[in-house]
């Protein structure tokens, strides 16, 4: 299995769903998202931006109260939060694995917590935060889990640009 890893810096929110939003729109086929980071970290805020690159047009909020939150788009939005959980039974009920990767794209927001739910091939991205110059920004590591996922991250690296002041070019 092929295994990747990079990081991209965010200086704010908009910048945070930019590159969700760059990543959406270069995914072709299905996927799983496994999304790892603290709470108001900006897991959501960048399923938010994957889900603009996926041309979704429903609003996308945490689906922490309600496991799962489906949108459609160019492919099927699946978007699980795994926060609130405290076994798989749930997961079961939901009949999780017929999601992952299932005919979309599944992003799981806190997925460490039932790692072994999580398909061979898959992207994990983890999001943290980090203070610096009076400001607080986020680093979002990307580790690809196979071929398509290692494909994935490629082009949003292929793809960004930053200014010269290192923040993005939206």
């Known amino acids: 299995m092929q295994r990747a890893e990079a990081y991209i810096t965010t200086k704010n929110e908009e910048e945070t769903a930019m590159i969700g939003r760059i990543m959406g729109s270069v995914i072709k086929r299905p996927l799983v998202i496994a999304l790892e980071g603290e709470l108001g970290a900006g897991k959501t805020v960048f399923v938010r931006g994957a889900a603009a690159g996926l041309e979704v047009k429903s609003r996308v909020s945490s689906p922490t109260f309600v496991l799962l939150k489906v949108h459609q788009g160019r492919l099927p939005l699946y978007h699980f939060d795994f926060y609130r959980l405290s076994d798989s039974e749930s997961l079961d009920e939901l009949g999780f694995e017929e999601y992952l ?70």
């Open 101 to 170: 990767p299932g005919d979309g794209v599944a992003f799981v927001e806190w997925a460490e917590r039932f790692p072994w739910l999580l398909p061979e091939e898959y992207l994990h991205v983890k999001i943290e935060r980090f203070y610096g110059e009076g400001e607080e920004g986020r680093r979002l590591w990307f580790t690809a889990k196979g071929v398509f996922a290692k494909q994935i991250i490629d082009t949003l690296f292929d793809t960004i640009t930053w200014r010269t002041d290192g923040s993005l070019n939206l």
